[in-house]
Each structure stands twice: as C-alpha cells, then as structure tokens.
C-alpha cells in the first residue's frame, strides 16, 4: 500500500504534502546519484563486453545488468535507504527486486531490439526508466522498509 494512503490504527490516512515530499527529496537524490553511477557502469562495461564478444545484445546486457548487484545492495541499504534492516531479511527482497529489474531490462531490450529491431539506446533509454520506477519502490517500501538511521 502506497505511504500516501498508509493508515494508522484510528488515524486519518496520511496524505502527501509539500513538507512530506521535501522531505524525501535528499533520499531520492542519492538514489539518483547512486543510479547514475550505477548505469556509467553499466554502460562501460556493456560497451566492452559489446567489443570482445558476439553474443547477443540481450544476454549482454543481462550480464552487465547482473554485475554491479552486491554493490548496488550495500550502496542503497547504507547510502541510500540508511536501512538497519538485517541483511538476511533485506538481502533475499533485495535481489527478488534486482532480478525483476534484470527482467524488465531484458524483455525491453529484446522487444524493442531483437524483435522490433529500433534504436538500441532510445530502447534502452526507456528499460532505465521502468527499471528505476521498479527499483525506486521495492526498494524503499519492500526491501528496505523499517528503522533507519
């Protein structure tokens, strides 16, 4: 259930407002920040493997994708999401998380790609954008979720 519409026993839902989303604005910034990191990497290293191989571009970008997973994780759960949660609990939802990311990514590129055969980065512009959605609220409200620092 969305924060916007999280009810308290006997209290009104809570609403979003101007505070509520200033508020919240410094942690998705550093989610941004460590997104972007994360996709120059991605990017880097899809490059190269682009370079010294001949698979297919979908399972190369499902390799690039894979890659930065367990720095991903410490990142957000300490930087991002300043998350106590243990990591065998926040780990396993985590990865849950990354793999429905890896998916999405996946199927966008060999949609748009391989069967539609359109512009490789206009396609994959767009597999950022579902993923980050993606990633943004699993992590924050399923991941992640409980005392933070």
Do not use: C
């Not at 026993?9 to 979003?16: D, F, I, L």
């Amino acid at each position: 259930m969305p924060r916007s519409e999280e009810v308290v026993a006997g209290a009104a839902p809570r609403r979003w407002t101007w505070h509520s989303i200033r508020a919240a604005l410094p942690e998705a910034l550093r989610f941004a920040t460590v997104g972007t990191a994360s996709a120059a990497l991605y990017f880097a290293l899809l490059w190269l493997l682009t370079q010294v191989t001949r698979l297919s571009l979908t399972l190369l970008a499902t390799l690039a994708y894979g890659s930065g997973i367990l720095f991903n994780y410490l990142v957000q759960r300490s930087f991002t999401f300043r998350s106590v949660r243990q990591h065998q609990h926040a780990g396993p939802r985590y990865m849950v998380v990354q793999l429905g990311g890896m998916a999405i990514n996946s199927a966008v590129i060999w949609l748009g790609v391989d069967i539609e055969h359109w512009w490789y980065p206009a396609v994959q512009v767009g597999a950022i954008a579902l993923t980050t959605v993606w990633s943004y609220v699993g992590q924050k409200f399923w991941a992640f979720q409980g005392p933070r620092r």
